[in-house]
């Protein structure tokens, strides 16, 4: 059975810094992409950040691109996001996914990660 735990989030102020992480047990990072998506109240779950197994590429949403920087410790079972100059639109639920590497496929769509955590609270006040 996968599991993927989150952590870090909290409150901060605004343009304040944050670092999630999100550990597996249950499978390694070997041959996986990863993603960090975020679910505000009222709106849809979007895709924030992505990185892949292959060649190790990132991809950030416009949103959050220079800002936000994700990153993978494969030895560790590790992925994190580092989330600086924190805006209150950053607030949200944070939820971390795991799916197979797949370089044909697009990072950012939801449904090609296979599992989910159970999300972290990132609230950021004005």
Same mark, same amino acid.
Do not use: H
């Given at each position: ?16 810094? !944050? ?14 992409? !990863?993603? /960090? ?15 892949? /197994? ?26 994190? !996001?580092?989330?600086?100059? !924190? ?5 949200? *639920? ?10 044909? *496929? ?9 599992? /989910?955590?159970?999300?972290?609270? *990132?609230? *950021?006040?004005?």
């Amino acid at each position: 059975q996968v599991q993927l735990v989150e952590s870090g989030g909290g409150l901060v102020q605004a343009g304040g810094s !944050l670092r999630l992480s999100c550990v597996a047990s249950g499978r390694t990072f070997s041959s996986t992409d !990863l993603g /960090w998506f975020r679910q505000a109240p009222g709106k849809a779950r979007e895709f924030v950040a992505g990185i892949r /197994w292959s060649g190790g590429s990132t991809y950030y949403a416009d949103s959050v691109k220079g800002r936000f920087t994700i990153s993978r410790d494969n030895a560790k079972n590790t992925l994190y !996001l580092q989330m600086n100059s !924190l805006k209150p639109e950053d607030t949200a *639920v944070y939820y971390c996914a795991i799916g197979p590497s797949r370089p044909s *496929v697009t990072i950012t769509a939801m449904g090609r990660y296979d599992y /989910w955590g159970q999300g972290t609270q *990132v609230t *950021v006040s004005s």
